[in-house]
């Protein structure tokens, strides 16, 4: 028997204290990247926005530090507990900030509503962090004490008098965990924090930017339903009635409560924003499924009592709710996430609770505003005839199968031998010439090629009809194999990665920017899963002697340049397209895997994402035109 193979005693590790977090953190926060890097702040602010919940705090002061690699949240709630407890011989702080499980919302005294009932933030941020301060302000005392990777660096010691009470908390995340490039993003935080002084009407948050010396406060008297006005407005689509507010106070017996602000807009999708106990809950889960089922059956109620609903035309959930939006903040005595991000709720009691107050709510409120109640009804009649329509067409546009129950792939496309989808890779080309290079230069085995005639058809602009009438964007969804729309299968994806391989001029960039505007919009969820990929061709081919230097644009062949000897002699080639790229130039540069670089294609703000497109790919040019006109002064030179 091989060492390898022996399994004793001697193999089991017992990770103490902290340890398990710093081996494997995204078990705790999700990842490394910029988003668990953000989960750390949040952990803390939820903190103190858990003391402003329960009553004890009206301030929250976040201050990121110069080079937003370190910030410090400060409120003034009742401060953490720093008294001694006998049976660990530690301080109540110490233990809070060191140990995994230990916290003040376990039992019922210390807070009725809260967003941290797994007691791991605290002592997640503290074990990720190379530097951790707290000051506590109580008993009239300031008690001060430091931390490291989780580990006290000092004893807990009184440093002054204090006035009121509070807790300030300086971390700086640990560049071994999150690497050295990480660093706090300005305007995801001002984001977060503008969203929770909305949800806690009369809170007072405060951002101090010393990188950028800016100050922001933020205080919004109106709550959720001042919220929604301005989600709606930075959708830049048109809503049918003013936001609607609906507050249902703390159930007796249960504990929930929840209030709700809702509108129709005349946006083609539904776009709702849930919190729990003041924690966005983005993957949405049982208080969303309450909300989503009394919207739906308190307008079936409305039309059926006066007899709206239209004959031989099937009414969909997804009909009634296509331009809803909705914000919804539910508290919860005992909430149950998934996972400690907190990303969804899985009490299934909320459920009901929701979905019997919402549909009486949604019903009454119909009922005493007919003229409102009939637009919503014509807008939803409206929506349900548009999706016939298209699965209509959808249905005339599919490709039936062939021999081996294949699809009936586009004619361009050279596909690869391989049909595992965790190993094929397809890559979206313009035009034939630049599909001759790629054809050639792949990997036939895991790489396939479809070659699309120059500019694509803007999918915010056209017709539903007119997108599935469209051959370039059906040759792609036919390629893909996994339908769109009501159709959409993830599972029949056959290409693990999609890649938008266009020549390196401005030209190239729109067609990416056209194919993305359709990703976006009619498949959202290849995005969301990580599929889609933007290829980086190189623009320029610079030879110094032996030595090749392939740059992706001007500004890396100047710099390139300028680092060059004074006496040295080069040669520049620059690619008018991917077509004058020789195929073994364009593997090495832009299809091998191993030397390529790609760009993940991600959303982290989908509001500002589906603003931008509306704004730069819909069909009011005038927001273009200001756009072109607020920057003009920055171009540099113009690619003809």
């Given at each position: 028997m091989s060492k390898a193979s022996q399994y004793t005693e001697q193999d089991i590790v017992v990770l103490e204290g902290l340890e398990p977090?710093?081996?494997r953190p995204g078990m705790?926060?999700?990842g490394v990247d910029t988003r668990g890097y953000h989960h750390l702040l949040w952990?803390?602010?939820?903190?103190?926005?858990?003391?402003?919940?329960?009553?004890?705090a009206s301030t929250i002061k976040v201050t990121l530090h110069k080079e937003l690699r370190s910030v410090t949240v400060e409120d003034n709630g009742r401060g953490i507990p720093t008294g001694l407890m006998p049976k660990y011989g530690k301080s109540a702080l110490e233990i809070i900030m060191t140990?995994?499980?230990?916290?003040?919302k376990f039992g019922s005294g210390g807070y009725t509503h809260s967003g941290g009932l797994h007691g791991v933030g605290a002592s997640v941020v503290n074990a990720l962090s190379s530097e951790l301060w707290v000051r506590v302000r109580r008993e009239e005392k300031e008690f001060e004490q430091g931390y490291s990777r989780g580990l006290a660096q000092s004893e807990l010691k009184v440093i002054g008098k204090a006035r009121g009470t509070g807790?300030?908390?300086?971390?700086?995340?640990?560049?071994e965990i999150f690497g050295e490039k990480a660093r706090f993003d300005v305007e995801l935080i001002r984001e977060r924090l503008e969203a929770k002084s909305y949800l806690h009407k009369g809170l007072r948050i405060v951002l101090l930017d010393e990188e950028h010396d800016t100050n922001q406060e933020f205080s919004h008297?109106?709550?959720?339903a001042d919220y929604l006005t301005k989600v709606v407005t930075d959708r830049a689509k048109p809503s049918l009635n003013t936001p609607v507010y609906f507050l249902r106070e703390a159930d007796s017996d249960t504990g929930t409560r929840f209030e709700l602000a809702f509108c129709w807009t005349e946006a083609t999708d539904e776009h709702i924003k849930s919190f729990v106990n003041g924690i966005p809950t983005s993957s949405g889960g049982s208080h969303e499924n309450g909300l989503?089922?009394?919207v739906v059956k308190g307008v079936r109620n409305y039309m059926d009592t006066h007899g709206l609903a239209p004959k031989g035309l099937p009414l969909s959930a997804e009909d009634i709710r296509e331009g809803l939006c909705a914000i919804l903040s539910c508290y919860v005595r005992e909430p149950q996430f998934q996972g400690q991000t907190k990303e969804r709720l899985n009490n299934p009691e909320v459920t009901s609770e929701l979905d019997g107050s919402i549909r009486n709510f949604v019903e009454s409120w119909l009922n005493n505003n007919k003229t409102l109640g009939e637009a919503i009804v014509g807008r939803i009649i409206h929506a349900a005839r548009v999706r016939e329509a298209a699965r209509n067409a959808s249905q005339a546009v599919q490709r039936k199968s062939v021999i081996s129950h294949r699809l009936n792939l586009p004619g361009k496309l050279a596909d690869c031998s391989s049909s595992d989808p965790t190993q094929a890779e397809l890559f979206i080309v313009e035009g034939d010439s630049a599909g001759g290079s790629a054809k050639q230069g792949r990997n036939r085995k895991t790489q396939a090629i479809l070659p699309l005639r120059g500019k694509v058809l803007n999918a915010e602009q056209a017709s539903t009809s007119k997108l599935l009438s469209n051959k370039e964007l059906q040759d792609i969804v036919s390629a893909l194999g996994c339908g769109m729309g009501d159709s959409f299968d993830i599972k029949k994806l056959r290409y693990g990665r999609i890649f938008l391989l266009m020549d390196a001029d401005s030209d190239g960039h729109h067609i990416s920017t056209l194919l993305l505007t359709f990703f976006y919009r009619y498949l959202p969820k290849l995005i969301e899963g990580g599929h889609v990929f933007l290829a980086q061709p190189p623009l320029y081919r610079v030879d110094v002697g032996k030595e090749t230097k392939w740059v992706l644009d001007d500004a890396e062949k100047d710099k390139y340049i300028a680092k060059l000897p004074k006496n040295a002699k080069y040669e520049i080639q620059r690619f008018k397209g991917l077509g004058e790229m020789m195929p073994q130039q364009l593997w090495a540069t832009t299809l091998d895997p191993k030397q390529r670089m790609a760009l993940k294609i991600t959303v982290d703000n989908p509001e500002q994402t589906s603003r931008m497109l509306d704004e730069l790919m819909g069909k009011d040019p005038s927001t273009r035109k200001r756009f072109i006109m607020e920057r003009a002064g920055e171009a540099q030179t113009l690619d003809l």
């Open positions: 977090v710093r081996k705790y926060i999700g952990e803390i602010v939820d903190n103190a926005v858990d003391e402003v919940i329960n009553g004890y140990t995994l499980h230990a916290g003040g807790t300030k908390l300086l971390f700086r995340p640990d560049s008297q109106g709550g959720i989503k089922g009394g």
